[in-house]
């Protein structure tokens, strides 16, 4: 469980940092062929309130509640929920402020379907639950991917 502590954090700082480089390049892309590519203000804010209010919810409150047969399943609980929770409402902002991006449902609905099973198992919940992320954020990527692919052909 203190691994678990460590690699998500570390993980989600790693992950921004790409996420900023990629960014950075997409901007440059639209500046070339005339169609910049900005964020608002107010939709930079409202996704990093939405990941903030997942780290509270997913790491403070619901592990407290103790929802799982026992400590490390409350934990998976609170996992899952973190993510599920924190990319859910960043795809909410993404469609008020840019359009529904179907590619991202499975990061956030994978996780939310395995709450369930997390909750009962004695032992290897946060394993199911890294299991669980790691399959909903790898689906989201293939359906970019796949999207990106469409988008060339035409």
């Known amino acids: 469980m203190q691994f678990n502590l460590v690699y998500w954090p570390v993980a989600f700082i790693v992950a921004m940092g790409f996420t900023g480089r990629a960014w950075?390049?997409?901007?440059?892309?639209?500046?070339?062929?005339?169609?910049?590519?900005e964020v608002s203000g107010k939709g930079g804010i409202l996704i990093a309130l939405s990941w903030i209010t997942g780290i509270i919810l997913g790491w403070g409150i619901i592990p407290r509640m103790s929802p799982g047969v026992n400590a490390e399943a409350s934990m998976a609980v609170g996992f899952l929920s973190f993510i599920a929770f924190s990319v859910f409402a960043m795809w909410l902002v993404f469609a008020k402020y840019?359009?529904?991006?179907?590619?991202?449902?499975?990061?956030?609905l994978i996780p939310a379907t395995g709450i369930p099973v997390a909750m009962r198992m004695e032992t290897g919940a946060m394993a199911w639950a890294g299991f669980l992320v790691g399959l909903g954020f790898s689906l989201a990527v293939v359906a970019y991917i796949y999207s990106a692919f469409r988008a060339i052909e035409r």
């Open 98 to 108: 840019g359009g529904v991006e179907r590619e991202i449902i499975p990061a956030f």
């Open 24 to 37: 950075k390049r997409l901007q440059k892309l639209g500046r070339v062929t005339g169609r910049e590519a």
